[in-house]
């Protein structure tokens, strides 16, 4: 199964808000409501910014938010800050054949 | 505070197996809220899931991999292994192991090693 769709890159100024696209399909990001979003500086492992597609664990900002319609997820950052720039990956939850997608990986440049 | 480390050799040859051990420190490997996996990065490119295991044996592979790919557990030293068996130059990879929540409706990954890189090569 291929891995999900997401832009190669995104950008945006200092307090400005962005949107990160992850399109999947009806046996992974439309079929269930496990989505979760990771943040990753070079050569540092992920961290989770957001799970469940809109659940943020405890110590993220809320500048980070999630939501889905239909087969695609996307995170959101608002309030953009320079520590925001990273490789950003969904990841989905895609049956009990597949199990787990993740995506490309986008990477955020902060102008 | 829940910490993975992962070990094992940064080189193996072309055909040979690759192995990779991941130590658990700060809870228990026999919690059933949680599964124990590896996920992989190739250099400069994405992430890619390999596979996971609950601590009583049951896994779940990538299909892709499947072939190739052994996960098992020692709850004794709370660890859990990796094997991938004839590996090429395209395994060449950060290897991460994490931690995954699969209960109570919840599904991802919440702790993740700092990673290794095993570069396949004669």
């Known amino acids: 199964q291929s891995a999900l769709t997401q832009p190669r890159s995104v950008s945006g100024s200092p307090g400005q808000s962005v949107t990160i696209s992850c399109t999947g399909t009806s046996g992974d990001v439309g079929g269930y409501n496990y989505v979760s979003w990771y943040q990753q500086h070079p050569g540092k492992a992920p961290k989770v910014m957001i799970y469940?597609?809109?659940k943020r664990p405890s110590g993220v900002p809320d500048r980070f938010s999630g939501s889905k319609s239909g087969n695609t997820a996307s995170l959101i950052i608002s309030g953009l800050q320079a520590d925001d720039e990273a490789d950003y990956y969904c990841c989905s939850y895609a049956g009990s054949y597949t199990y787990v997608l993740f995506g490309g990986g986008t990477k955020l440049t902060v102008l | 505070q829940l910490q993975l480390q992962e070990s094992g050799p940064g080189l193996v040859k072309p055909s040979e197996t690759l192995s990779l051990i991941c130590t658990v420190s700060?809870?228990?490997?026999?919690?059933?809220?949680?599964?124990w996996g590896w996920i992989r990065q190739p250099p400069g490119k994405g992430l890619e899931w390999i596979g996971s295991m609950f601590y009583s044996g049951n896994t779940k592979y990538n299909p892709s991999l499947k072939s190739r790919v052994t996960i098992s557990v020692d709850t004794s030293k709370n660890q859990f292994s990796l094997q991938l068996s004839s590996v090429t130059a395209a395994d060449t990879a950060v290897y991460y192991c994490?931690?995954?929540?699969?209960?109570?409706?919840?599904?991802?990954?919440?702790?993740w090693g700092q990673g290794t890189l095993v570069t396949v090569s004669s």
């Open positions: 469940d597609v809109t």
């Open positions: 994490a931690r995954l929540v699969d209960s109570y409706g919840s599904y991802y990954f919440d702790s």
């Open positions: 700060g809870g228990s490997i026999s919690s059933s809220r949680y599964y």
